[in-house]
């Protein structure tokens, strides 16, 4: 058993041919409006998205072979497409100063709120001068299987767990790690549901509320505005749209992964949908960090990484694990799953040929 089986595969930036795209910036309290030759800025501070800028493109278009990508791990926005004038592409990023754009292929001509000036290849044109909560390094990376390179379009229209969940993890910042009570509402069907550990509803409750809930790439809407059906009220009237995604990130989490003091409860309620999967560079309450890996429904592997001396308890469903430390000494011996392990700074511990109850 091989440390590299715990790598994951190369990210692969979801796509969309489809103009108007709303697309939520990671990081940030913004979202953008993604048009071949037109962008819309949105702030999501308030009950609803407000437009504060409006940027277009004089003398670009029209643009064949459109494409707009997006990846949520490096926190950027790549739109490029065939011009009159040959191949263009360009970038909209955020950084811990603000959020960018910036010509990838040439000077362009670039209009925000009416005012054109001339932006030269690599050269950044501020959109917005705000902070930006950038993720850490390793970011944590959820992988349910669908290795396929995904269409925004396609996702959202038929949404299914596998697909969204994972770029809905990559969305919120790793540092609040908060839960909201149960509420009559479409997001609160979700927390007591998770609550509850019904596991055979959690997919149902999840998929309906990205269907309804969402608009665009994860850019989070009050209403149902498709007419879906949903009297309740979407989101928590006392719910701040920025705080959505965390509280969203916090529920996808504790699907896979619960902490209570030095207690570790690994897969405690997963969906009958996610039979096989992988957690990583996941860092826990405690400061350690954690790899974990099942089959079948069943807990694979657990690889820890000890960031300072202490003991560490693991609860599953299973009885009992083989663990073996991957740095000094190597030797194999049972641990029975609930009983007290000292781990030391630096280490790596491997716990893997799991006895299900």
């Known amino acids: 058993m091989s440390i590299r089986q715990f790598i994951p595969p190369v990210s692969q930036p979801a796509y969309t041919f489809r103009p108007g795209t709303k697309i939520y910036l ?27 800028k409006e940027i277009s493109f004089p003398g670009l278009g029209p643009l064949s072979g459109w494409v707009t990508f997006v990846d949520s791990m490096r926190q950027n926005v790549q739109i490029e497409g065939k011009a009159n004038k040959g ?10 100063e603000g959020i960018f754009l910036k010509p990838a292929t040439g000077m362009m001509n670039v209009a925000v709120n009416g005012i054109v000036m001339n932006v030269q290849k690599c050269e950044p044109l501020a959109l917005a001068d705000v902070r930006c909560s950038l993720p850490r390094y390793p ?53 007591e549901t998770i609550q509850k550990k019904e596991r055979q509803l959690i997919g149902s409750a999840f998929v309906t509320f990205s269907r309804v809930a969402l608009d665009g790439f994860f850019v989070p809407k009050r209403k149902d505005n498709l007419f879906l059906g949903y009297d309740m009220p979407v989101i928590p009237d006392e719910m701040l749209l920025t705080d959505l995604h965390p509280h969203i990130c916090s529920m996808i989490r504790s699907l896979f992964l619960r902490e209570e003091g030095s207690i570790i409860e690994i897969l405690p309620c997963l969906p009958k949908e996610l039979v096989a999967g992988r957690l990583l560079h996941e860092t826990l309450l405690s400061g350690h960090h954690i790899d974990i890996e099942w089959r079948k429904g069943q807990i694979r592997r657990i690889l820890l990484h000890a960031t300072h001396d202490g003991v560490v308890t693991f609860k599953a469903h299973c009885t009992k694990a083989f663990l073996r430390p991957l740095l000094g000494n190597t030797r194999k011996r049972g641990v029975i799953i609930g009983e007290e392990i000292e781990v030391q700074e630096g280490k790596h511990y491997l716990l893997d040929n799991f006895s299900p109850l």
């Not at 925004?152 to 909201?180: C, G, H, S």
């Open 26 to 52: 990671a990081g940030t309290s913004y979202a953008v409006e993604v048009y071949p030759t037109a962008l819309r800025l949105y702030s999501c501070r308030s009950f609803e998205p407000e437009i504060v």
């Open 139 to 191: 970011s944590p990376r959820l992988l349910l299987g669908c290795n396929e390179a995904p269409n925004i379009d396609r996702i959202f229209e038929t949404p299914t767990m596998e697909k969204v969940l994972p770029f809905w993890y990559q969305m919120a910042d790793p540092t609040r790690n908060t839960m909201v009570a149960p509420s009559s509402t479409l997001f609160g069907s979700i927390v």
């Open 87 to 96: 191949f263009v592409r360009y970038r909209i990023f955020s950084t811990e």
